[in-house]
């Protein structure tokens, strides 16, 4: 196994060690099982209270299951869900939405992985006719899968578009704690316009746990029941509130997103003046999009892990972590200007 | 919180602790998500291994999404799945099967939660007709819901009936260590005749892990799009495969199902001589069923944490784990007695 | 191709020849198509008068489709059907109630195919528990599946128990016309407790018509979404429509559902004397159970139309139609006397 | 009633008088139920012989309906289908693909409604990435919903490519009849690349049939079983095969088509002269699609019925039908001559 640290996704890190002592802790006496226990509790008083959710918090194991349970909170069986056609729900989730919920999503390209009122206006021309799955939840991605960042504006005039309008508002939060630390905002600032959101715990630092958190309380009554059919109920929840503990435990989740996000940021600005390396997108969270000589990508992947993301463009992501490390940045960088260097030299 | 071991659950229990120590130890370096790391490729071959699976072992989260997964291997869409009333696909997944499988589960009364031949062939008279779903798998469990378990007589009957009725197998195996353990056999002993199964490891003393076992190397390839689709595919999948490791490791798995199964005997031959007290079902794994007197229930429950399982006939459910000490059984043992002898003489 | 009356299913007739002249009646302009024509607007209205049904009256075109669409507009997806074993939703629709509802049905086993409070009762102790498919609407079915009705108290009883246990009531009359005849009641009676009810054109001699009927206002604004979705949205509705305009008319569905079920009666009068042959039901409708000598089914059936219902109990199903003849039930009635008086004697 | 021509939609019309009188003819006899009938056999067998199709062809209600089975004969659940963003199983099926397929579509924007292998190869970078769902039905209409048609190489070339690919290749063929007319070739031809494809009788005069036809003989033991499961058996099938049987009598189907056809050729050239009226796509079957002045739709549609098919782009469609003549084409365009003209002159 090769030790380098990997550029390739945030959930290539383990997990924080205050996250395996937290596991080890809870680890005691016996106690009742599906989340009637003091740990579970806790962590999901604390979310509610951070978040300022009035439907709860409930725990479970991936970032698809908790967009599968959030979102099947608000939609009715023909009503459709608009996304970004980069959204992890659209992309990345082998059509769990398709087959798990049994609804349309109805994508919209966009530029950066972000969806506006005028974007989401290009898929409400359908409202009232019974041969279209009816558009009633927008789903945003917070931060998106191109590693940019809604601000609170945005968020505002989404929010309020959607209200206007009789659409729900559905956030996948996978890597919220980036977003909070980018933004430099609560918890409760990023949600208070969405009616169910997912926190990731996973990518923060957590050895596997997501919250959906739930803000309107007439919502609630329905996520005992559909987590458990969904397949998500812990019958050892404890385990897998305690790692929500240890991460809200002195804002641990918040140090360690800024930790990859100010990692990120210094591969960003050490790119910036190597020749050939264009960065495509802004960076505002743990993620690096570059472009660069397809012969330096294949170089570089011998040594390194990460993704290409978009093959005919030379895109490149490069994903940092709450563990990675200046001196990891700053070796990647250096091979990374050794290899644009030495083959721009030789061409 | 109670300090008192709990008869309610297997899953009340924490976990090993030689579990959480391989958690800790398998914390270090950056690894591939998805699987594709070292401890899930050691474990599942351990598990194809001990199984003689030619498919794979492949894990999940719970035992629901273990059911699922693996019935989903074995169904077309208008097949049914033959199971005892009593089963957990039909009675504790809150309708998983239906909505996320879509299949029809064929029901059948049994004394015992066990299934035979004759039973299922109660369920084989609609083949052909349109009209009707087709029976395709037959579902038993191995520990059974009520704590019985299927000799490798009984298993072999089953697998030659199916086989000779062109019927597939399908085995929950959430207690299967306890079935190794009570029958004295391999875990390969009572996968041969199975298409697909589950084995357990919450209940055998994991954080949280179960393993989808493919006996069939024709059923692998869907096994990993149906495990992402159904919200199953863990990201940091190495925390999964390193339960199953420790579990693995020097036979931990077989000797927590031992130490729970004699937990379970001794307080069986404990009640045995108590007035009022009466077993309902053989003991043949971690479950005692007991009936007594409805008011010795509900003081027993003041000081004890166990459930009822058929309150109008007073049956309750004792169940044992791998943490269960013999001075929890005796000092259990010690208060029914009290209790029962006390009442008895009271009235 | 056999001319004689078939006794198999009141299917296997024909078409009413006014049915049949009022879709040549409707075939003249061109019409807007999915239900937007006058022959769509009269027959709506025209149910939803007869019935007092707030709510409206939708075409579909099978009776499994009808089922299907009434009870998507009542369940949440880990909410359950409970209903009698024999049900056609449970045991005639290839599963379609788990595959496109996603719902668990919850049977009970009756004497005569209806249910009452008590057995409605031994279904309802999960609720609030996550674990388990809550029951959330009771289905019977008018006349049942038994050819037995529920009285009009049993259905105020019925009615009366929903509305105080928060179930809702969904009725499954593919033969609604012949309990209205039985009954001597009003289609509004039979639909006085339900929440939604499906009215059966097809086996009452329409061509293929089916009527969803809600009686509740606040349950409409689904229908058209639901309907088209599940693949039952007429292009060409006035087609439909027109034939149960035709069935409406002078009150023709009244007086065929009276000729089949006086068919019954007769029928049913008829082999009351014969030896050997046993009514097995009361006769409510237009069908008579009847058990006799397996042999004799075995000659019958050379000649007749009919089908085996329950064979280790030599029960079989005799129906009858709107075209049913007193000659038809004197002829078959012949036949049955002949072939169980002469087996009889030869024993 | 407006008694004027429709030009919105060819389900406006209603059916050919042999399709209705076929009807009549089939009220015969007691016949059995669900298609065991002559009718049934002898349209099915003539379908069969007339596509080459060693599978069976197999009728239900609606084109959504032969899609949705259509589909699920050839799809696992983690399986998506490759269309023309402008589908009707995209646009118009209220989500029926993803609710009861549970399946993903995998659009693709086109010009002009037609996939070829370079657009369906944009598809297919995800494959064996179990994130993703995994293509594996082309599904293509003939006619498409702009009007235009796949020519007998462009289907050759789509059947190789998908056959190099190991894609099946489905064919919406709602209008079928219009491409046979449009291409001069046979059903055979059309459906010689196909593996399951639909053929449409109610837009080319029937009252409400489709057929669904099945090419390859391993694909047919499924169909009984889904059909019914889907809602779509009929029980007095013979009223659906009685349909198809007049439409095959004498090629009354062709003639249908032809007519519908021709007419629409006759409106493209009438409307080819007029000012600021231009035709969008080319005219291939039995619609028109042409850009006009929107007060100049506003206008006509006081008149006539017709759709907006894009209203930022002023494009309306004009549908023609079996039953339209030279007279309602030559009123129209006398209306529209007029009407833009004078709008015309104004200016």
Redesign the interface.
Known sequence: ??????F??D?????H?AV?RA??Q?????????GDD?WTGRAAAALSTAFGARGGAYF??????AN?LGL?LLL???E?VICAETAHIN??????????L???LLTVATPDGKLTPELIGTRL?DRGD?????PRVVAISQVTELGTCYSLEELKSLGEFCRAEGLRLYLDGARLANAADHLGCSLADLASWADVLSFGG??NGA??AEAVVVMAEDLAA?V?????????????M???AAQFEALLDGGLWLRNAGQANAMAVRLAEGVAGIPGVHLWQPVESNAVFASLDPAHIERLQRDW?FYIWDAPAHVVRWMT?F?TTEADVDAFLADIRRTAGGRAAGK
Chains 1, 2, 3, 4 share one sequence.
């Not at 959930?11 to 997990?15: E, K, R, T, Y």
């Not at 479970?60 to 299951?65: D, K, L, N």
């Not at 005992?224 to 019958?235: V, Y």
């Open positions: 196994m090769d030790q380098r640290k990997s390739g996704s959930n290539h890190a383990g997990a060690e395996v596991l080890a809870a680890n005691t006496a016996d106690v009742p099982g599906y003091p479970v194991f991936t970032g698809t299951a599968i099947s009715r069986p023909y459709g992309v990345d989730e082998c059509g769990a939405p398709e087959r798990i049994g609804s349309k021309g019974e041969h279209r799955a009816q996973t990518k050895v596997g329905d005992p029941f559909l987590r458990k059919q969904q397949a998500q109920l812990a019958s050892k404890r385990f897998l892990h972590a563990n």
